[in-house]
């Protein structure tokens, strides 16, 4: 992710290239096409100062080191004194291209502190005010034929000059103010995006400690709770107790044995994807992996794409499997008894789509705002505990890809499963310690 100032960078280096094209045109079209003859040697040779000191920016600029603001000042005073040259080679303070200095002032309004833009300002006004020491008066040497060629004369043209340097200036500030303000924008949008994926995976991690902890702590007293509820049992079956009574030791036991698997299996979800090894495996052999012996799997129709099964990719397949398999579980339970799934695994150019498709009556526009909140389920008690989408998120996000949700009341719930190719090759958040291994290490 790039940092404001490095944005910053490259949207000066874009505009100062521009400015050493266009300063040229105007140059060439002053001279041969309106026949205004200007000094092109030393004009050219002060815009040759500026596209060798912004080639050598941009090498500098792809080393990965800190960019400092005192860069960016430094770059556009060099710009402010070297159109400050090229107005006095080329009619100095009558010359309407003047205006220009105001692209600079904007621009470093936008990426500068107040500081460093008043430093700028002050310097524009002062190289602006300089141009008046030469040209307050017309040029004497010549005699008549040198004043009278000064532009300043044709008051026409002058002010068609004027127009044509307030539209050029215009542009350019509207243009890169809003391309960096873009810029700037879609980089807040990559830091929420990071900050939420940091708290998730400090969710996950949470979720995973605690669950830990929990089965650690309760394993004695549930299992002081079973021996006691089979001890008595025992008893009450040899004395002949009543039916009822029996019944409600066993269904002690019974809940006993299903907070002991609620335990394992939270500590087995949660702590998937956090350091399982990595093995390379083509991606239907997800697919398969997450509907083999589901419950319902009959009533998945899938469509895979042919090079499903050609390409690999590097994958936490137990945590993958199980994610998909969570979601496939999901789309069932929606769809209703009979109602068929769709289940859809294309590759894309810039990865895999996997896409879950239901039957059933879909979610309101509340239920899907909070859909893939930790412990946040609508099923029957027993039925979940509203960890599945959140732990999918969390294993995607680990791959570099994404979980999307679509419902519409009525008509059903999409969900759509992206990752990139080359899995955590390719993915900038690899865990520290991940191991990666092939089948048969």
């Known amino acids: 992710m790039r940092d404001a100032q490095a944005i ?28 205004m003859t200007q000094r092109l040697v030393p004009l050219f040779a002060t815009i040759a100062v500026a596209a060798a000191s912004n080639a050598a920016l941009g090498l500098w600029a792809r080393r990965e080191r800190p960019i400092r603001e005192r860069l960016l000042w430094a770059v556009m005073a060099l710009d402010v004194v070297l159109l400050t040259v090229l107005l006095d080679l080329s009619g100095g303070p009558f010359n309407p291209f003047s205006a220009l200095y105001l692209v600079h002032i904007a621009l470093a309004a936008v990426v500068l502190r107040a500081g460093w833009t008043w430093a700028l300002t002050g310097l524009a006004i002062s190289s602006f005010g300089a141009l008046f020491v030469d040209h307050l008066w017309f040029p004497s040497e010549g005699s008549e034929q040198a004043s009278a060629h000064h532009h300043i004369h044709d008051v026409r043209m002058h002010l068609e000059g004027m127009w044509a340097a307030f539209a050029l200036a215009a542009g350019f500030i509207v243009y ?15 830091l929420v995006d990071a900050r939420t994926a940091a708290a998730r ?6 979720l995973g400690t605690l669950a830990a902890g929990a089965a650690h702590e309760l394993s004695t007293p549930l299992s002081t709770i079973a021996v006691a509820a089979r001890e008595l049992e025992r008893q009450l079956t040899r004395q002949g107790s009543e039916a009822g009574t029996l019944e409600d030791v066993q269904l002690i036991r019974q809940q006993v044995a299903r907070c002991r698997d609620i335990l394992t299996q939270m500590t087995l979800d949660a702590g998937a994807s956090q350091g399982e090894s990595m093995v390379e495996l083509a991606p239907a052999s997800l697919v398969e992996e997450a509907l083999e012996g589901l419950p319902g799997r009959e009533r998945v129709r899938t469509e895979l794409d042919a090079r499903t099964r050609e390409e690999r990719e590097l994958v936490p397949a137990h945590a993958f499997a199980r994610a998909i398999r969570g979601v496939v579980k999901n789309a069932l339970q929606a769809s209703g008894p009979g109602a ?28 899907l705002a909070r859909a893939g909140e930790p412990f946040f389920t609508t099923k029957a008690p027993g039925e979940g505990m509203g960890l599945g989408l959140f732990l999918t998120r969390a ?40 191991s990666r291994v092939k089948p048969g290490a």
């Open 8 to 35: 910053n960078l490259s949207w000066l280096l874009r505009l100062r290239w521009g400015a050493v094209v266009g300063q040229a045109a105007i140059i060439l079209g002053a001279h041969f096409g309106l026949g």
């Open 176 to 190: 890169f103010v809003q391309r960096v303000t873009r810029a700037l924008a879609a980089r807040e949008a990559e």
């Open 201 to 206: 995976h400090e969710k996950l991690t949470a």
């Open 340 to 367: 068929p799934v769709r289940l859809g695994l294309v590759r894309e150019a810039a990865g895999w789509r996997l896409t879950v498709e239901d039957s059933g009556e879909g979610m309101p526009a509340e239920v």
């Open 395 to 434: 294993v995607l996000e680990q791959l570099g890809g994404g979980l999307v949700l679509r419902s519409t009341p009525g008509q059903g719930t999409t969900v759509v499963l992206t990752w990139p190719a080359g899995g955590l090759r390719q993915s900038a958040a690899l865990p520290a310690g991940t």
